[in-house]
């Protein structure tokens, strides 16, 4: 096949510009990134051994090499790896497949200061493409194990690349830069110098799990009848989950992190286990100090990377932790599991399954000492994952109690700091029996809402929930500590009788007085109102609709549809505020006129607005809009 140019894909130019541009202060990331590149190529080709021995592959001797040549100012990143196909290289090298490259990009511009820009390539996996911010050429050989040809990449990342194939290229990958002038004041180091190699190697790879070697300084001009030197391994290679803790720094395990999290920030926790006993393991946990851009997406990749005897088995095993924990990163390293496991067999194995538990609880016990000892560290971590960390209320009975102690609600009692369930029940009013809170799409949204009136007037502190998950698990959480969480917009709220069995007089006789009203009502408004009735939870706005006690918020029902589940629509409450002006004059128009023609009118622009004001819309809204127009123009 002849040789073949191509044009990168739009995004993949524009990235090209940055890195060639210099937009890192810190260009030694390169270095980092293509080692790291040929780790995973080694672990790739160790795991697809495992899975099928018949691969005709060399797995005698994994290895990373680096070599320099000074005087071509060339430098070759070597694995022995799994290698890329004709397609793959296109596919991977030529496009940016991923989806968060638009995102990358604009954080990238945004980036204001060194440190946020330093490591953004690794976040979003186009660290090849660091290669260009210090060589004007960069070629790739490849040869995917097993197959018979390989594949040489070219580009000086002008927008174009080519393509051919190759008879005689080894197994695995090499990055060859061919490198541009040192420049010290724009960081620009030299390259092809053996102590900076090693001082990047060692800074950034020191970890990694294979060995990074590099012919020492000099050989290549050895003679032929020379015995040729032994390559200088650069890396101690020791797993830092198995060394004492005193002998690993932050530094060191904050590289392990971004290496396994492929994470250019360092991590907000470590997290340290060591089992002992029947069933041995160790792990080495990471809280991350922000939310990957793709947490919630069905594409995002969670689990940690499972290793046997320090073997690794598995890059992202789903089975150690639970969903709502997805975001921790780490590795567990067990020493009697099976080198030949599948994710089937790990699902039912018990010793998963207790390792699993285990390291559960000790990520939520890490997160409760963080609120208590750490508070600032404790925001950060829930403003991050708090939203993902609240799924486990719905789908872990069994670690509920321990979610609900680090758990923190925005509320009333404050306008910017969170509160606990804890510190709720222990503000609550004397006869106060249940946890009061509301959900809506904001703060703002919330505090204004028509429900909320009587609770404001009363000092009634009440739980603001703005995320989608907080409708589940309130409802499948049901009490704590004894006391209910109920809903301010479900079911019938009487706070004037918070202490009393009955009603007052007062209340007696506004039921009797409207009582003709609410029937009529009910009447008008059948096909959308249960029920029409005063409402005790009101002291502004003229109405408000309510769900019953144990029907489906309009939230949830929208909820479940977006899942693929079939709800049908509950049929609302609407309540009036007997002492609004509205309301009493509407009441005293029923009693007088007998044509009640543009009074159906005034009941359904009051359910429309009653709607309208929890964030809803009317069911027919040109209807509503054309009876509001009417009115408004009568009125002038």
């Not at 096909?527 to 006690?549: F, G, H, N, Q």
């Not at 009493?584 to 023609?597: G, H, I, P, V």
Request: net charge negative; proline share 4%; glycine share 6%.
């Amino acid at each position: 096949m002849p040789t073949e140019t191509f044009e990168f894909q739009v995004e993949a130019r524009q990235l090209l510009q940055l890195m060639i541009h210099s937009v890192y202060s810190n260009k030694d990331v390169f270095l980092r990134e293509l080692v790291s590149n040929a780790s995973d190529a080694l672990d790739k080709l160790r795991l697809e051994k495992l899975r099928h021995d018949s691969l005709d592959a060399d797995v005698s001797d994994p290895h990373i090499d680096i070599d320099i040549d000074k005087d071509a100012r060339t430098l070759t990143v070597r694995d022995n790896g799994i290698g890329m196909s004709y397609d793959e290289v296109g596919q991977l090298i030529g496009t940016i497949a991923n989806s968060g490259t638009a995102k990358f990009l604009q954080e990238l511009r945004e980036a204001k200061d060194g440190a946020g820009v330093e490591g953004l390539i690794g976040q979003f996996g186009v660290g090849f493409y660091s290669g260009f911010m210090v060589a004007d050429e960069v070629t790739l050989l490849t040869r995917h194990a097993g197959e018979s040809q390989g594949t040489r990449w070219t580009s000086r990342g002008e927008g174009t690349y080519t393509l051919e194939t190759v008879d005689d290229a080894p197994q695995g990958t090499s990055v060859t830069l061919h490198l541009k002038p040192a420049d010290p004041e724009n960081q620009l180091h030299d390259y092809t110098s053996p102590w900076k190699i090693r001082e990047i190697i060692k800074r950034y790879s020191d970890f990694i799990t294979w060995p990074i070697r590099m012919t020492p300084e000099g050989a290549a001009a050895a003679d032929e009848s020379d015995e040729a030197p032994e390559p200088e391994t650069l890396n101690s290679m020791k797993a830092l989950w198995a060394r004492p803790r005193d002998e690993v720094s932050d530094d060191e395990y904050h590289e392990l992190y971004k290496h396994v999290g492929h994470d250019w920030r360092d991590p907000l926790e470590t997290i340290r286990l060591q089992a002992e006993g029947t069933f041995e393991y160790q792990a080495l946990l990471f809280l991350p100090a922000h939310a990957p851009y793709d947490l919630f997406t069905r594409d995002y990749k969670r689990g940690v990377q499972l290793y046997v005897k320090r073997v690794l088995i598995m890059e992202d095993c789903e089975a150690l932790l639970p969903p709502y924990l997805r975001f921790v990163k780490g590795v567990v390293d067990a020493a009697d599991l099976s080198l030949n496991v599948s994710r089937e067999i790990l699902q039912q194995d018990r010793h998963i399954e207790m390792m699993r538990r285990r390291l559960t609880k000790k990520v939520l016990s890490t997160v409760k000492d963080m609120m208590t000892k750490q508070p600032d560290r404790y925001a950060t971590f829930w403003r991050e994952f708090g939203t993902v960390l609240k799924e486990g209320l719905v789908t872990d009975s069994e670690n509920r109690d321990a979610i609900l102690a680090v758990a923190s609600f925005a509320s009333t009692h404050h306008d910017t700091e969170q509160t606990t369930l804890k510190s709720y029940v222990e503000r609550m009013k004397d006869g106060q029996e249940d946890i009061y809170y509301l959900t809506g799409e904001s703060r703002q949204s919330i505090e204004n809402s028509p429900h909320m009136e009587a609770f404001r007037d009363r000092g009634i502190e009440v739980l603001l929930l703005t995320d989608s998950v907080d409708e589940v698990w309130a409802d499948a959480v049901g009490e704590y500590e004894g006391k209910k969480l109920r809903s301010v917009a479900k079911g019938r709220i009487d706070l004037d009788t918070e202490d009393a069995d009955t009603p007052d007089d007062e209340r007696k006789k506004q039921t009797e007085e409207y009582a003709g009203l609410l029937g009529w009502m009910k009447e008008q408004l059948d096909e959308d109102i249960k029920e029409v009735r005063l409402s005790s939870r009101l002291t502004v706005s003229p109405a408000c609709v309510v769900s019953d006690a144990h029907d489906l918020t309009p939230a949830l029902e929208q909820m479940y549809r977006a899942m693929g589940q079939e709800v049908s629509p509950a049929k609302r409450i609407l309540e009036l505020n007997p002492d609004h002006q509205l309301v009493k004059a509407l009441n005293q128009a029923y009693k007088e006129r007998e044509d009640r023609t543009e009074l159906a009118e005034t009941a359904d622009l009051l359910h429309g607005l009653a709607v309208l004001a929890e964030g809803g819309q009317p069911k027919e809204p040109a209807r509503f809009v054309k009876l509001m127009t009417d009115r408004l123009e009568r009125a002038l």
